[in-house]
C-alpha cells in the first residue's frame, strides 16, 4: 500500500511561482511511476508533469513546458512540482499520482494511476 500527502498549494499573483510537494510513504518500492494532474470544474483531470522513478526520465504537457518542473528526492520519497511563471489558467485542484503498475501504454493518462493524493488548490490572479 501507498499513501500520499501533498502541500505548498495557494494564491498567487501571475507570474509569480509555487512549488508543489508530495511524499509517498508504505510500500515505495512498488512505484515506478509518479505525476501530476490537474482539474477544473467541468473539465476532466488532465495530465500535467510525469517523472519515471527510476531512471528520472520525465514529461510535460505542452502548455506548461519551460514553465513547470519536476523532480524527486529519492531519500524523501517525494516529489516536487515548481511552478514558474504562472498563469490564470494554471488556476486548478493539482493531483499527485503513483502507478504500481509495472507495465503501461500511456503515461499521461489518468487511468495509469492507482495511487492519488487528496489535491492542493492552486490559484493565479490577474
Known amino acids: 500500500q501507498v499513501q500520499l500527502v501533498e502541500s505548498g498549494g495557494g494564491l498567487v499573483q501571475a507570474g509569480s511561482s509555487l512549488r508543489l510537494s508530495c511524499a509517498a510513504s508504505?510500500?515505495?518500492?512498488?512505484?515506478?511511476?509518479r505525476a501530476w494532474f490537474r482539474q477544473t470544474p467541468g473539465k476532466e483531470r488532465e495530465f500535467v508533469a510525469g517523472v519515471d522513478w527510476s531512471r528520472s526520465a520525465t514529461w510535460y504537457a505542452e502548455t506548461v513546458k519551460g514553465r513547470f518542473t519536476v523532480s524527486r528526492d529519492n531519500a524523501k520519497n517525494t516529489v516536487y512540482l515548481q511552478m514558474n511563471s504562472l498563469k490564470p489558467e494554471d488556476a486548478a485542484v493539482y493531483y499527485c499520482a503513483a502507478s504500481t503498475f509495472r507495465y503501461y501504454s500511456d503515461s499521461r493518462s489518468y487511468n495509469q494511476y492507482d495511487v492519488w493524493g487528496q489535491g492542493t488548490q492552486v490559484t493565479v490572479s490577474s
Open positions: 508504505g510500500r515505495t518500492s512498488s512505484i515506478y511511476l
